[in-house]
């Protein structure tokens, strides 16, 4: 299994952008999906999480700006992010817990991350 992380880019403060991470493989299933980001010097921070379901949460400093979703049809995740602020400038990266079924084990995989910088 795979994650693949893309959207990112360059974008003014108070602009937008929206980030995916999909899955790839053969025979599983995500269950729950993250998207954690990290600036240079600083551990990596969990940004929001959705589960299978549909159920997020949000780090306080995203609340009420970002928005996680979920295709899961599509094995994919989304990450859109409005009213940017400089402070919101990271290497986003995808997580997520896979079932897969050849040895229906419980894993946990990452995606490579996507550059997101914001200019004041």
């Known amino acids: 299994v795979q994650l693949q992380a893309s959207g990112g880019g360059l974008v003014q403060a108070g602009g937008s952008l929206r980030l995916s991470c999909v899955a790839s493989g053969n025979r599983f299933n995500v269950n729950v999906m993250r998207w954690y980001r990290q600036t240079p010097g600083k551990q990596r921070e969990l940004v929001a999480t959705i589960t299978r379901s549909g159920s997020s949460n949000y780090a306080d400093s995203v609340k009420g700006r970002f928005t996680i979703s979920r295709d899961n049809a599509r094995n994919t995740a989304y990450l859109q992010m409005d009213s940017l602020k400089p402070d919101d400038s990271a290497v986003y990266y995808c997580?997520?817990?896979?079932?897969?079924?050849?040895?229906?084990?419980?894993?946990?995989?990452w995606g490579q991350g996507t550059q997101v910088t914001v200019s004041s």
């Open positions: 997580n997520a817990d896979v079932l897969t079924f050849l040895d229906s084990r419980l894993r946990d995989y």
